[in-house]
Structure formats: structure tokens, C-alpha cells
């Protein structure tokens, strides 16, 4: 009976010995660093996913964790209930449970896109395809059907996209971003109407994009929108052509090189404000936040005509005869 308690405690020391050192090796693994094929590695943690999954997407993508481990120091510490999906980033020196509590404080890796004020809608979709944190699935599907998906009940896309710097997941898709622009430039626009000098000789918030995205490639100076803006909108008091040069432009789609003829100005298009009274029939580009308010709040005054001085500034003119000497001032260089 002696004998038997002796070994009893000897195997009982045993057990305690090795749960001791599991322990301590338990405690020394998470505090090391984690082996990685590079010091920065970005990964998803996909929605319902797991932990399983969540490890799986780490060992994925280049992070050395073992699983049952880290499954069980998940569970150990209650985290594995707190682990938020999304994409975030492990950095060379990270260890298992640095890991796991950035998961769980949902610190996420965040990516950039700056959409700029006059680009057209082709220009943005172009931005959403370069870049590398935006997924992919616009490729492929037509205009009609991207309307169609975000609910677009205008003649097309171009102008309903607000110019701005975006935050989002790395992952997240192109159409998605682009949701977020559109949602942004309506939502804008809606309070900007509300607002809106109610003299003006507009019928629609689409009108006033329309004529934002006019101002904005019009304007090589912010000081000037509103004067330019009074421009346009006097003469669509009047019942004047517009004749502004970036609708030429639009209308002329790939076969415009750099510039504009004589026989381009006359060439019909429906954006071609040279051959068609009022406003064309869309925006000819995004216009940002200072160009819209600028249509809608245009200054008072009574030029017609203004010329690019050729510093990035205008001649204003009030009548024909006064800005063909602006024009043979600075765009023929007479004096």
C-alpha cells in the first residue's frame, strides 16, 4: 500500500511537471514573435469565417501560426468571440497574442483612393482599377447594369460621382467604392438645391450638376467659380449659346488630341454648346463641393464673356467688342 501511494505521488508530481512546463511553453509561445515571409503582410478575415478560417487566411498568406494553438489561446482568452472580420496587416515582431488582440480591437488595415474634382467617369473607373486594394468586379458589365445597381434614374453616369479622399477595407469592391462616391455627390447635391438662390434659371438639382461640371473645367482659379458661374447663368438668361470649350471636348470623346479647330466647334454633338442653346444633356465631369455651390450661389454681375489671361486666371468682358480685345490680348498676343 506504501508503495502504490509512492508511485501514486510520483505520477501525480509528474503530471504537475508537465502541465507546469506545457504551461510556461504555453505563455513563452504566445510572447514570441511569429515567423512571416515579410515584414509586412496584409490579410482577410472573411465574415463567418471562424477562428479555423481566420488562422487558415494567416497561414495564407505568409503568417506562421500553428492552428490548434492558436485556436486554443482564441478560446483560452475569450477573444475568439471578439474577433472582428475585416483585413488587417501583421508586422514582423508580432507575436500570437498581439495578433489575436489587434483582431479583436478590430484594428483594421485602411486603404486611400482620392477621386479629383473634373474627372470624368471613365477617369474614375480607371483610378478604381489601378488600384491594388480595390477588388475587381465592375469588368465586364455594362454602364446600363451599373445604373441599374445603384438605382441611377438620370441619362448616365457621368458628374454623380463626388470628388473626395475614400477609407475603406482593402478587399472591398470596386462597385462599393463607387456606391460611396455616388451616395456622397447626391446627398450633397439634394442639400445644395435646398439651398440654392431660388432666381436661377434652373429647373433641376440634375441642371445644377449639369452646370457645376461645366464651372469646374471652366475655372482655372477657386476664387473665380462664382464669377464664372455668373457668366453661364446670365447667359442662359439671355438665351445665349454657351459656348464653352470643355463640352466640345466631351462630345469628341477619343478623337480629341490635345486641341480644338474651327471645324470642331461646328462639328453637331450633344454636348457641343457652340451648336446647341441651353445646357448639354449630362455633366461633363464630377464636379467637386466649390463648383456646385458656385452654380448655385453664382456672383451678380454682367459679363458675358471671359478669356484665360494665361496665369491661371480670366478676363471678364461685358460686351463682344470688349473681349475680342481680351482675346487678341492674350490668346493672340496683340496689343
Not at 455627390?185 to 445644395?192: D, F, N, R, S, V
Not at 478669356?307 to 468682358?317: E, L, P, T, W, Y
Request: aromatic share 8%; with cysteine.
Amino acid at each position: 500500500m506504501k508503495r502504490f501511494c509512492l508511485i501514486a505521488l510520483a505520477a501525480l508530481l509528474s503530471l504537475a511537471l508537465i502541465a507546469a512546463g506545457l504551461s510556461a511553453y504555453a505563455w513563452y509561445w504566445t510572447r514570441q514573435a511569429v515567423d512571416m515571409d515579410a515584414d509586412r503582410i496584409q490579410y482577410v478575415v472573411e465574415p463567418g469565417s471562424g477562428v479555423r478560417g481566420m488562422v487558415r487566411a494567416m497561414n495564407e498568406a505568409g503568417i506562421d501560426v500553428h492552428p490548434d494553438a492558436m485556436v486554443g489561446l482564441a478560446r483560452f482568452t475569450g477573444m475568439d468571440t471578439q474577433i472582428k472580420a475585416g483585413a488587417y496587416e501583421a508586422r514582423r515582431g508580432d507575436t500570437p497574442l498581439r495578433l489575436l488582440e489587434r483582431m479583436a480591437r478590430g484594428e483594421m488595415v485602411q486603404a486611400r483612393l482620392t477621386l479629383v474634382e473634373g474627372w470624368t467617369y471613365r477617369r474614375i473607373l480607371q483610378a478604381l482599377r489601378e488600384s491594388p486594394a480595390v477588388k475587381q468586379t465592375l469588368p465586364g458589365m455594362s454602364d446600363d447594369e451599373i445604373m441599374q445597381k445603384l438605382g441611377v434614374e438620370h441619362p448616365g453616369l457621368e458628374g454623380l460621382f463626388m470628388p473626395d479622399t475614400y477609407v475603406f477595407v482593402p478587399g472591398t469592391t470596386d462597385f462599393e467604392v463607387l456606391r460611396q462616391a455616388y451616395r456622397a455627390q447626391i446627398a450633397w447635391l439634394e442639400q445644395a438645391w435646398e439651398e440654392r438662390n431660388p432666381a436661377l434659371p434652373l429647373s433641376s438639382p440634375y441642371e445644377a450638376l449639369i452646370l457645376a461640371s461645366i464651372i469646374e473645367k471652366e475655372t482655372g482659379l477657386g476664387a473665380e467659380r462664382g464669377r464664372v458661374a455668373g457668366v453661364f447663368v446670365n447667359r442662359l438668361r439671355t438665351g445665349m449659346l454657351l459656348q464653352t470649350d470643355p463640352t466640345v471636348i466631351y462630345g469628341m470623346g477619343d478623337s480629341y488630341q490635345g486641341r480644338i479647330r474651327k471645324r470642331d466647334l461646328q462639328t453637331d454633338t450633344p454636348w457641343n454648346t457652340y451648336t446647341r442653346g441651353g445646357l448639354p444633356p449630362t455633366p461633363i465631369a464630377s464636379p467637386g463641393r466649390a463648383a456646385l455651390h458656385a452654380a448655385l450661389h453664382p456672383e451678380e454681375h454682367r459679363y458675358f464673356y471671359f478669356v484665360a489671361r494665361g496665369d491661371g486666371s480670366s478676363q471678364f468682358s461685358r460686351t463682344l467688342m470688349e473681349h475680342n480685345r481680351a482675346v487678341a490680348k492674350y490668346i493672340l498676343g496683340r496689343k
